[in-house]
C-alpha cells in the first residue's frame, strides 16, 4: 500500500547481514532503519531474555579489565559487582562450544545471599581460585551475571549446561509466579561479550 513504511530493528547474526539490510534500505524509501545489532545466536537470545533485567537502574557489573579478547595461553581473568543490595547471584560463563558453565550460585538448603557490592574475582589463580587459561575451541563467549531479590530456583543448577537448557531455565525462572496475584521478580542483570582467538 502507498505511503506505508516498514520500519526494521533487531538483532543479525553478522556484518555482513547488517550491511545487506542497510544496502537494501537505501534503495527503498519505505525501509526505515531503527536500530540493527550485531548478535549472532546465542548472545542475541540472551539479549532478548534479559531484557527488562538489563535495564534495571541497580545491576551488577562485569569487569574484563579493558580486555575483549583473549589469546590460547593467556588467562583469562574478570571480575563481578554485586548490586549495591542483598541479592542471589548468579554467574555463568557460555563457551564457544555451546556449553554453559554455571561458577556462581546461592549455596545451602536456605540459600545464602551475596552482601551489596561485593566484588567477585575469577580465573586469576589467586586465593583458591581456579585459574582459566584460554583453550581451544574458540571463538565468541558470553559471561552472565543475574542479581535477584528473592532465589530463582528451588535447587542448584548443574555446574554444566548446553546454552539451550541454560537460557531455558533462566526464561522459565523469570515469568514463574507462584500465584496470579504474585508480583514479577526484581531481577537486574549484565552481559558482557568476548572473543577467544588462537596464538
Do not use: H
Request: charged fraction near 25%.
Amino acid at each position: 500500500m502507498q505511503n506505508e513504511r516498514l520500519t526494521i530493528s533487531g538483532y543479525v547474526g553478522s556484518d555482513t547481514d547488517k550491511k545487506s539490510i542497510e544496502e537494501l534500505a537505501a534503495k527503498y524509501s519505505a525501509i526505515e532503519i531503527v536500530k540493527i545489532f550485531v548478535a549472532p545466536w546465542p548472545t542475541c537470545e540472551v539479549l532478548e531474555t534479559l531484557a527488562l533485567p538489563l535495564s534495571a537502574s541497580d545491576r551488577p557489573s562485569i569487569d574484563l579489565e579493558g580486555k575483549k579478547t583473549f589469546r590460547a595461553g593467556e588467562n583469562l581473568t574478570f571480575s563481578v559487582r554485586a548490586p549495591s543490595q542483598f541479592s542471589y547471584m548468579y554467574i555463568a560463563y557460555l563457551q564457544a562450544d555451546g556449553s554453559t558453565v554455571n561458577l556462581v550460585q546461592p549455596k545451602g538448603i536456605i540459600p545464602d545471599q551475596t552482601a551489596p557490592s561485593t566484588t567477585l574475582k575469577f580465573g586469576d589463580g589467586r586465593a583458591g581460585r581456579q585459574r582459566f587459561e584460554v583453550t581451544a575451541p574458540f571463538g565468541d563467549e558470553i559471561i552472565v551475571a543475574i542479581a535477584s531479590r528473592s532465589p530463582l530456583f528451588e535447587s542448584r543448577l548443574p555446574a554444566t549446561q548446553t546454552d539451550r537448557e541454560y537460557l531455558t531455565t533462566i526464561r522459565r525462572a523469570l515469568v514463574y509466579k507462584p500465584t496470579a496475584v504474585s508480583k514479577d521478580r526484581v531481577v537486574s542483570a549484565a552481559v558482557v561479550s568476548l572473543t577467544t582467538q588462537g596464538r
